[in-house]
Nanobody, 117 residues
Framework: VQLQASGGGLVQAGGSLRLSCAAS????????MGWYRQALGKQRELVAT???????NYADSVRGRSTVSRDNAKNTVYLQMNSLKPEDTAVYYC????????????WGQGTQVTVSS
């Protein structure tokens, strides 16, 4: 199983970005998918997650500005981020808890998001 993330880039404060992450390989089922981020010199932190039943969870720092969603037919999770702030600058990693056939947490390679002031 592999997770391929895309959609990062450089954006001005107040702008928007949409990240995508597709899971591929032998997949029996996907439970939870989500996004984490790691800023330079800081620990990795949760951004948002979504379960197979579409229950969504957000970090306080992004709630109201971001929307996590998934397309189960495409095994893909998305993160729409609006009103971006310089403090959102980080490497964003997608994450998925997948049964293939044993359940395991997989990580994508990370995509850089840079927000300029």
């Amino acid at each position: 199983v592999q997770l391929q993330a895309s959609g990062g880039g450089l954006v001005q404060a107040g702008g928007s970005l949409r990240l995508s992450c597709a899971a591929s390989g032998v997949i029996f089922s996907i439970y939870e998918m989500g996004w984490y981020r790691q800023a330079l010199g800081k620990q990795r932190e949760l951004v948002a997650t979504v379960t197979g039943g579409d229950i969504r969870n957000y970090a306080d720092s992004v709630r109201g500005r971001s929307t996590v969603s998934r397309d189960n037919a495409k095994n893909t999770v998305y993160l729409q981020m609006n009103s971006l702030k310089p403090e959102d600058t980080a490497v964003y990693y997608c994450n998925a808890y997948i049964r293939s056939p044993f359940a395991y947490t997989y990580w994508g390679q990370g995509t850089q998001v840079t927000v300029s002031s």
